[in-house]
């Protein structure tokens, strides 16, 4: 979903009621609260003891295909790299 539709979605769910400029400046500040979620639940699923990890970093990835409106294919692609850095 889009930002907007994401927006539309939480106010319909009764979850939040915030604008699209709003929710992306939430997320550009959640870098590290996300960090400690993600390593959290790597930490509880890892049945590999953590120290083997050492030195590794996790990174969360996306991509996703942007079209031009009439465009019968993709116009662009956006691919997004987020890296936790201590």
């Known amino acids: ?3 907007r539709e994401t927006c539309a979605w939480a106010e319909v769910a009764g979850l939040a009621s915030l604008s699209d400029p709003s929710l992306i ?3 550009c500040k ?3 609260w996300l960090g400690d979620i993600v390593a959290a639940l790597i930490a509880e699923q890892a049945k590999i003891p953590a120290g083997r990890w050492a030195g590794y ?3 969360a990835l996306d991509a ?3 079209c031009e409106p009439g465009a019968d294919r993709t116009t662009w692609r956006l691919h997004v790299g987020y890296d936790r850095i201590d």
């Open 64 to 66: 996703t295909s942007i």
């Open 30 to 32: 959640a870098g590290p």
């Open 57 to 59: 970093r996790v990174r």
């Open 25 to 27: 400046e939430r997320l």
């Open 1 to 3: 979903m889009s930002l």
